[in-house]
């Protein structure tokens, strides 16, 4: 068994460029890396991509600067063992600077909010203030889920998945634009 990395790209000049309104378990051109191919849970039926810990999602910069909010659907998922206790969630988000990235000479991430992930699935709020890279190039934007990991063939007896496993990601959601006080 061996597992690899993928990226997908799609150049799309400025002028054709659309506002995102959500983003699919299955969107794979907005999943720079960290997750897995989508897959049904056997337990709810829904689709889900499962991130490995440290997952990154690609959005286009927005074109207003509003405060907005990505609401993220996260679970812990109903398989992972209650005896490893509660998971956390980490999201926070940054302009992408070429060439990559993980380049050291990058913004860097915007600070993080964090939350206990629940078994089930539950909208967790981002909340995106363009102020905070309004001065910096770039095109894209990068949301970063960071969470505890677990090895089901390892954490339970009874699995015999080798991935290292993060959260359960199904789906994302750009809320309506949070005006500003006076506006």
């Given at each position: 068994d061996f597992s690899l990395d993928f990226h997908i790209y799609k150049l799309v000049p400025a002028a054709e460029r659309q506002e995102l309104g959500q983003i699919a378990v299955d969107d794979y051109a907005r999943q720079v890396l960290g997750f897995y191919r989508a897959e049904q849970d056997a337990a709810s039926g829904r689709l889900i991509a499962w991130t490995n810990g440290g997952a990154l999602l690609r959005l286009p910069r927005p074109t207003h600067n509003q405060p907005f909010t990505i609401q993220l659907e996260l679970a812990a998922g109903t398989t992972r063992p209650a005896a490893l206790g509660p998971v956390q969630a980490c999201l926070d988000y940054r302009i992408e600077?070429?060439?990559?990235?993980?380049?050291?000479?990058?913004?860097?991430?915007?600070?993080q909010q964090c939350y206990a992930i629940t078994a089930e699935p539950h909208s967790y709020t981002l909340q995106i203030e363009p102020g905070s890279y309004a001065n910096l190039p770039g095109d894209s934007l990068l949301i970063r889920i960071q969470s505890d990991t677990w090895l089901p063939a390892r954490d339970d007896p009874q699995q015999h998945d080798r991935r290292v496993l993060g959260l359960q990601f199904l789906g994302a959601v750009i809320a309506t634009v949070v005006q500003s006080p006076g506006n």
């Amino acid at each position: 068994d061996f597992s690899l990395d993928f990226h997908i790209y799609k150049l799309v000049p400025a002028a054709e460029r659309q506002e995102l309104g959500q983003i699919a378990v299955d969107d794979y051109a907005r999943q720079v890396l960290g997750f897995y191919r989508a897959e049904q849970d056997a337990a709810s039926g829904r689709l889900i991509a499962w991130t490995n810990g440290g997952a990154l999602l690609r959005l286009p910069r927005p074109t207003h600067n509003q405060p907005f909010t990505i609401q993220l659907e996260l679970a812990a998922g109903t398989t992972r063992p209650a005896a490893l206790g509660p998971v956390q969630a980490c999201l926070d988000y940054r302009i992408e600077q070429r060439p990559w990235a993980d380049d050291p000479q990058a913004a860097p991430f915007a600070p993080q909010q964090c939350y206990a992930i629940t078994a089930e699935p539950h909208s967790y709020t981002l909340q995106i203030e363009p102020g905070s890279y309004a001065n910096l190039p770039g095109d894209s934007l990068l949301i970063r889920i960071q969470s505890d990991t677990w090895l089901p063939a390892r954490d339970d007896p009874q699995q015999h998945d080798r991935r290292v496993l993060g959260l359960q990601f199904l789906g994302a959601v750009i809320a309506t634009v949070v005006q500003s006080p006076g506006n």
